[in-house]
């Protein structure tokens, strides 16, 4: 008998834990509502919640002594994946007076400083169905639209609003040992494979870790998370991007050091998704005067964003063929600009314009390596998870997006202008000084057939 309970015992202690919840403070997710839109055109009204990611969250011991500081791990309590794993909780978090998140109706305000005890900067959020669930939207054959206020954001910031393959429940079904799951903002992925993740499938990811040169906050380990990434939506009040991103496999899938690609690996494009992605921005195809303050799509003023994702056949279920975009503003319905690069036609991300942008622009087509529009199809048709963020960039300073990149390139060089910030600017060091209260406003979030979720504006 005595050594049944033994033997029992030692099971239960062999079972490992980890990713746990720590009770320091409750976890308040902010409602938000959001619109699902029928053919005619009526929209029911749906109740959502936002959540942050599990990165900018404390992690501690049981006790409350910090697992990370800064952007180091504690050598003690993290020694290995597995262990740190295991002795670490991810705590509540405080919305509003900690990382200047607050909601209201059907908007969420993303403050970029937030200066408490610490000085929180940006933040990722999700959307959830319910506290345990993050929201997954099927939009293959559908369109999304919302509002957003990028007034506030100037050159070298990011409101980013957009959809990954995440695990609907944060990874806790395939990754027992994550305890902690969509409740706690945890399963990120993306297509850069990011490899400054904490956590990742229920696993530290202190093995290898090199805190980063010049972000006292954050570091890279030896594992990446990968998934495709639709950016739907990548401005400040100076450039716009709308970009689809690829993989080999749609749904969450760890990455080992350099083989994850990426922006933090030595080589970009060794991973399973496409860094890069096949991008419209209306700046970089040729019209300068299309999206900026006081220009065709003012920035001055609360903007509709719609992304229209049509399929060969018009179903939900057929290839993807086709990514359009569509404004309205004022009451005004204003399409994309057309491309005025030779060599590129149209208005819309197709297999076309894709593949004749990365031969005008002299770009690698990873796009196509990766599976192009089909392979972004199919990510769109199994579900994705809804992501609104704020940031810096503390690898390329924005330039991406708003100014002339790559800086050594000639700024004549078809591809070269995506913006008219300086390359100077976007500095994180500048960024946060000069910009503090810089904020997003999105809002009015909008699904449903195509044409279903503007018209009636
Ligand atoms: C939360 O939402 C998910 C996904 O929609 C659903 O499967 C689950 O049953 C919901 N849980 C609760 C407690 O409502
Ligand atoms: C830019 O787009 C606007 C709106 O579509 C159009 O009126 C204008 O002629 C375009 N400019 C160029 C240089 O193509
Ligand atoms: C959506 O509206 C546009 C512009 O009015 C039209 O060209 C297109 O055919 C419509 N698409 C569908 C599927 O109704």
């Not at 978090?93 to 970029?112: C, M």
Request: proline share 5%; charged share 15%; with cysteine.
């Amino acid at each position: 008998m005595y050594l049944l309970i033994s033997l029992i015992l030692l099971s239960f202690l062999n079972v490992s834990f980890s990713q746990k919840v720590g009770k320091f403070s409750p976890e308040v997710h902010p409602p938000i509502t959001w619109q699902e839109c029928a053919d005619d055109g009526s929209c029911k009204t749906m109740n959502g919640e936002i959540v942050i990611d599990a990165n900018w969250r404390w992690v501690h011991s049981e006790q409350g002594t910090n697992c990370y500081t800064g952007n180091t791990w504690n050598p003690t309590l993290c020694p290995d994946d597995k262990t740190c794993a295991e002795n670490c909780y991810l705590d509540g978090a405080n919305y509003e007076s900690v990382y200047g998140i607050t909601t209201e109706d059907d908007s969420v305000r993303l403050n970029f400083i937030t200066q408490s005890q610490g000085k929180n900067i940006g933040s990722r959020t999700f959307l959830m169905a319910n506290s345990t669930n993050y929201q997954m939207f099927y939009v293959l054959g559908q369109e999304f639209s919302f509002d957003v206020d990028v007034s506030n954001l100037d050159c070298g910031l990011n409101g980013a609003l957009y959809l990954v393959s995440m695990d609907s429940d944060g990874g806790i079904a395939r990754f027992p040992s994550n305890e902690a799951g969509a409740q706690y903002g945890t399963g990120y992925c993306d297509a850069q494979c990011p490899r400054d993740l904490k956590f990742i499938s229920g696993s530290a990811n202190v093995e290898g870790w090199i805190p980063s040169s010049n972000n006292p906050n954050t570091g890279y380990g030896n594992h990446g998370s990968c998934c495709a990434e639709m950016d739907l939506w990548e401005a400040n009040n100076m450039a716009t991007a709308l970009t689809p991103h690829p993989c080999d496999t749609s749904s969450q899938t760890v990455c080992e050091s350099d083989s994850c690609g990426g922006a933090t690996s030595s080589n970009r494009y060794g991973g399973l998704c496409d860094p890069d992605g096949c991008d419209y921005n209306p700046y970089r195809m040729g019209n300068t005067t299309f999206f900026g303050p006081g220009q065709t799509v003012d920035t001055k003023s609360v903007m509709t964003v719609v992304t229209q994702f049509i399929t060969n056949d018009g179903t939900t279920t057929g290839t993807l063929k086709s990514i359009k975009r569509l404004y309205v503003q004022n009451g005004q319905v204003i399409s994309q600009s057309e491309s005025t690069v030779p060599g590129v036609a149209g208005n819309e991300i197709t297999e076309d314009f894709c593949h004749n942008q990365k031969q005008v622009f002299g770009d690698k087509d990873s796009f196509t390596k990766h599976g192009g529009l089909a392979a972004m199809g199919d990510a769109l048709k199994n579900g994705m998870v809804l992501v609104l963020s704020l940031w810096d960039d503390y690898l390329a300073d924005m330039l991406w997006l708003d100014s002339n990149y790559p800086t050594t390139s000639p700024v004549t060089e078809p591809g070269v202008a995506r913006g008219p910030c300086s390359t100077s600017s976007g500095t994180p060091t500048d960024v946060e000084s000069k910009y503090p209260n810089a904020y997003v406003v999105y809002s009015n979030i909008k699904v449903g057939p195509i044409n279903s979720t503007f018209k009636n504006n």
